[in-house]
């Protein structure tokens, strides 16, 4: 099979005339830092998600950290995560102090399992003090269970929505779920501002708690002291703060984005079909759940399992590579990493170990067509028909 001409990586950022308009705008205004575009964005984003709070910031990583902040996290508590998920939602709560309790998750979702998280409350009892599930790929977490247990327990539950932007459950957008639920807007998200996060909840406390700890600890952004209509600079800090904010210029983009979400959601819906077509029946192949009876939306990786154990998944990464196809994992488990596994040695999570090596994510972006992922399809199709990451056995 010969190798197409451009390298085909996991996305790219899908960038209109719309956003470079907002760009200028915001640039011409003289208004680059945190002002007028972050309150636009975030009030946009709040009524698209159906809730009365939006609080930009930084990063999701810092977005996440500020809610379990806020909520108190801190030296002594424990907190349950997945460990299919990026680092960051481990990482914050070792940040605090506190200590992350790893959950299996369910084999084919890849979402948190329920009965790891009800044994882990069993094991950890008082000491547990919230629980994060992640959204896989956008896949909505079994929300409805997750909160019945947590509440149980008297236990707020945080969600990381960094993969569901666009995901709803029960009909409802997904950010209005848990006590906040945290979202990203890295470059290769379904919606971006270049990099970024946001809190969304509908408790009015929380959020403002939430705003000042991203800024300083100061009851007023740069936007409230300088500018005409709420010149203020006498401003002192109520908290130790953290300098997390989101830019005018980052929102620029997000503004433009929310405008298009009709289309980028179209797109991303097709080109997710499209891969269903073309890759279901495949027998040493398994493609993921983007859609369950309450969840919409997952579309924002597609997670492919690589069924054959004789397939050494990295070879056949490093094979597509010089097929100029681009891949990636989501996630390889945090309990995994060097960090951790060296902290908490004991951590055994069968589902999440079978997935370490047979999970790949193949490019899906809205910059691409239905040739592209086409191609895609052929590649994965070569490399497993010629054998070019089987495993080797040995003659004797």
């Known amino acids: 099979m010969k190798a197409r001409e451009n390298f085909l990586s996991i996305a790219v950022p899908d960038i209109s005339d719309a956003e470079r308009l907002q760009m200028t705008e915001c640039l011409d205004s003289g208004w680059i830092s945190v002002g007028p575009k972050v309150r636009e964005f975030e009030k946009l984003f709040a009524e698209y998600h159906g809730v009365r709070n939006a609080v930009a910031t930084s990063s999701c990583t810092t977005s996440l950290f500020i809610a379990a902040k806020v909520l108190g996290i801190g030296e002594g508590d424990k907190v349950i995560v997945p460990t299919i998920t990026w680092q960051s939602t481990a990482n914050i709560v070792e940040q605090l102090g506190a200590t992350p309790l790893f959950a299996d998750v369910d084999r084919r979702t890849m979402n948190i399992d329920l009965a790891s998280v009800e044994k882990l409350f069993h094991d950890h009892g008082r000491s547990v003090k919230a629980v994060i599930p992640v959204h896989h790929s956008g896949l909505p977490a079994e929300i409805e269970s997750i909160d019945a247990i947590a509440d149980s327990h008297n236990v707020p539950v945080i969600y990381d929505a960094a993969h569901a932007v666009f995901s709803s ?8 779920f848990g006590k906040m639920s945290c979202f990203s807007f890295y470059a290769t998200k ?9 809190i969304t909840t509908d408790d009015d406390e929380l959020a403002e708690q939430c705003r000042i700890w991203s800024y300083h600890g100061l009851p007023k952004d740069s936007w409230k002291r300088y500018s005409a209509e709420n010149a203020s600079p006498h401003v002192q800090c109520i908290v130790p703060g953290y300098k997390f904010n989101m830019t005018d210029l980052q929102a620029a983009l997000g503004i433009a984005q929310m405008a298009r979400k009709d289309e980028l959601l179209a797109k991303r819906n097709r080109l997710v079909e499209h891969y269903n077509s073309i890759l279901s029946g495949i027998d040493w192949l398994e493609i993921p759940v983007h859609e369950t009876e309450r969840g919409r939306w997952g579309n924002h990786v597609y997670v492919v399992k690589i069924l054959n154990e004789d397939v050494d998944r990295d ?14 994992l989501h996630f390889y488990p945090v309990h995994k990493n060097l960090f951790y596994e060296m902290k908490y040695p004991d951590v055994s999570l069968p589902a999440a170990e079978w997935l370490m090596d047979r999970i790949l994510t193949i490019p899906l972006c809205t910059k691409y067509s239905v040739d592209d992922l ?3 399809s052929e590649a994965m199709k070569h490399v497993y028909g010629k054998r070019l990451a089987h495993r080797k056995v040995s003659a004797g």
């Open 374 to 376: 086409n191609y895609v």
């Open 315 to 328: 070879a056949f990464m490093g094979e597509l590579r010089k097929l100029n196809v681009g891949t990636n």
């Open 190 to 198: 379904n919606l971006t501002t270049g990099d970024g996060g946001i």
């Open 169 to 176: 459950y029960d009909g409802r957008m997904i950010g209005g």
